[in-house]
């Protein structure tokens, strides 16, 4: 499948701002909580939480994860780079659609 990586990778994306929101709306809050409220498994929060960390979004309290304090810039980067791909998968199914 040409697309595979892309919808693979969409999905991963996709989890990270899910678990995102769910730190936004009851921080501080821990892995085995958001596993618990997300019905995901720990590794999968784990693995979002470090990305989130590491792009200097969200970060590790000894009472859990925390929005970090201007992280607002980073909110607005995620948003441009959104309507980048929307308009890139735009121009997909547009050419696609011409085969």
Do not use: C, W
Not at 64 to 75: D, L, M, P, Q, W
């Amino acid at each position: 499948m040409v697309l595979k990586k892309l919808k693979q990778e969409s999905e991963i994306a996709l989890r990270h701002i899910i678990v995102l929101q769910e730190v936004q709306k009851n921080q501080p809050i821990g892995i085995f909580k958001l596993s618990e409220l997300l019905n995901m498994p720990k590794h999968r929060i784990r693995y979002s939480l470090r990305v989130l960390e590491q792009s200097g979004i969200i970060e590790a309290t000894q009472y859990g994860a925390v929005i970090k304090e201007g992280a607002e810039k980073e909110f607005e980067k995620l948003k441009k780079e959104i309507d980048t791909i929307i308009k890139n998968i735009e121009e997909l199914k547009r050419r696609v659609g011409e085969i």
